[in-house]
C-alpha cells in the first residue's frame, strides 16, 4: 500500500507547474544567486553567473586557468602554436575571420 501510494504522489507532482527561477518582484533590479564565479576564482563556472544583461559567454583573456580543449590543441600541434592564439581562435574570432591571409597563428598552421 505505500508504494502505492508514493507512486501516486511522485506522479501527481508531475502534472504541477514550476518555475525554475520564480517570482521576483523587482524585475531586473535584484537577481537572486545561487553561485558566483568570482567569489572563488574559478573562471571556468563563468557561463553559469546568469544576468539578463548576458547575451553570450564572458570571455577573460587574463585568466589563469587555460581549458582543456585549448591545451588538447596546443598537444595536438606538438606545442608550436602558442596557446594564447588557440584562445583567440576559438573565443574571440568568428567564422569569416578564418581565411588563409589571416594574422592568427592557429589558423595558419591548420591550413
Known amino acids: 500500500m505505500q508504494k502505492l501510494l508514493i507512486f501516486t504522489i511522485l506522479l501527481l507532482s508531475n502534472f504541477s507547474k514550476t518555475h525554475a527561477c520564480g517570482y521576483s518582484p523587482y524585475g531586473e533590479d535584484v537577481r537572486y544567486c545561487l553561485f558566483q564565479p568570482s567569489l572563488f576564482d574559478y573562471s571556468i563556472y563563468n557561463p553559469f553567473n546568469y544576468s539578463a544583461s ?39 574570432l568568428k567564422a569569416s575571420d578564418i581565411q588563409s591571409n589571416s594574422n592568427n597563428e592557429f589558423i595558419k598552421y591548420m591550413i
Do not use: Q, R
Not at 570571455?59 to 585549448?70: D, R, T, V
Not at 591545451?71 to 592564439?85: F, G, M, R, S
Open 54 to 92: 548576458s547575451w553570450g559567454f564572458e570571455y577573460n583573456p587574463n585568466s589563469e586557468f587555460i581549458e582543456s580543449n585549448i591545451l588538447d590543441w596546443h598537444n595536438y600541434t606538438n606545442k608550436k602554436v602558442p596557446i594564447y592564439a588557440i584562445e583567440e581562435f576559438n573565443n574571440m
